[in-house]
């Protein structure tokens, strides 16, 4: 079973990621805040996160490792956003995120670039 933890602080777009990623063998829940994403991953093992606020990141690696902190494998972080600059992008995977993808996006690409 993959577990998955979805962070929007959107409720359309969390409901809209769960949609999507919903699937048999697949165990998704989610949050709307940030301290709910860390104290989730602190308290059970995903292994992918896919989060629709790249401000998150804005704290360089710190959300990162603490997404992390508490997993012996590293979960898949998933970056869903509109339109950033190329440097914003560029930080986002320096700082450990595993991939970016651009909203608007279809069901089918959402689907293969988390579960791969």
Known sequence: MVKILVFSPSFR??????GMLTAPGVEIESVTSRDALFKRCAEKLFDRVVIEDYRLFMDGGGSVERIRAHFT???KIVVLS???DEQSVLSLL???VDQYLLLPISPDR???KVYK
């Open 73 to 75: 494998s590293m979960p």
């Open 13 to 18: 777009m969390r409901a809209m990621i769960v």
């Open 82 to 84: 509109s339109a950033i």
């Open 110 to 112: 959402l689907r293969r």
């Open 94 to 96: 320096e700082c450990g």
